[in-house]
């Protein structure tokens, strides 16, 4: 079981940076790929970035280029470093890792991503 909590949204100007982390606790965080998602208001949630356990990234077409995931299996912590943050970024982030049966199925609880133009 793996518990997930998100910090480090706020407000920024486009073209700006902001960089989320996500605290996880439990056992086996090493063992687990773990990823972001995103919802912007009236839309659906969607992929935004994964990292499996071994480090290799994969990342929505909308962010190539300018986010970047990364983890710390000594702190047990994710992150996502954000920058050429663009209004269209706004949504609320959330973390999440896989089950041991391949599903998304852990999820911290959000945190607000909000850029203005």
């Known amino acids: 079981q793996v518990q997930l909590v998100e910090s480090g949204g706020g407000l920024v100007q486009a073209g700006g940076s902001l960089r989320l982390s996500c605290a996880a606790s439990?056992?086996?965080?090493?063992?687990?790929?773990m990823g972001w998602y995103r919802q912007a208001p009236g839309k659906q949630r969607a992929f935004v970035a994964a990292i499996t356990s071994g480090g290799k990234p994969n990342y929505a077409d909308s962010v190539k280029g300018r986010f970047t995931i990364s983890r710390d299996s000594a702190k047990n912590t994710l992150y996502l470093q954000m920058n050429s943050l663009k209004p269209e970024d706004t949504a609320v982030y959330y973390c999440?890792?896989?089950?041991?049966?391949?599903?998304?199925?852990?999820w911290g609880q959000g945190t607000q991503v909000t850029v203005s133009s």
């Open positions: 439990g056992s086996g965080f090493s063992i687990y790929a």
């Open positions: 999440a890792a896989l089950d041991p049966t391949g599903q998304w199925n852990y």
